[in-house]
């Protein structure tokens, strides 16, 4: 329906309400959310931040396949604001999680992604790995 702004709220209340109660995983998942719902209407600093968040919970509850998806959506914010070296650094963390936990459909998604990043005329020649 396109209410990103209501859908910012809703995040934000689930996310607080998730970390009151000490339910770290579904915070986790609201602050994916909010995340998505921040990039949607371009407030990419906020959703990198909320992406970043999201990872760190789900890195320290264990969930690698969600960690995975939170660098895969930090990746695409930090490619928005043309943060290209850690956009890669993020793509390679997530392909290296999808690999290890045995899904090819995301890991494709972040070697994709990262093939993407590398690419990106304006970037420093320097940056390139692999």
Known sequence: MRRFEEAITAHRDAAAIYRETGDRHDEGWALG???N???????FEEAITAHQDATVIFRETGDR???GLAMINLDIA????RRFDEAITACEEAAAIFCETEDQHNEQIALS???DARAE???HAGANRG
């Open 65 to 67: 396949h969600r960690e």
């Open 113 to 115: 992604n990262l093939e």
């Open 33 to 35: 959310n909010l995340g």
């Open 121 to 123: 005329p304006g970037r």
């Open 78 to 81: 930090l490619q928005q604001v």
């Open 37 to 43: 719902a921040l990039r949607r209407v371009g407030r």
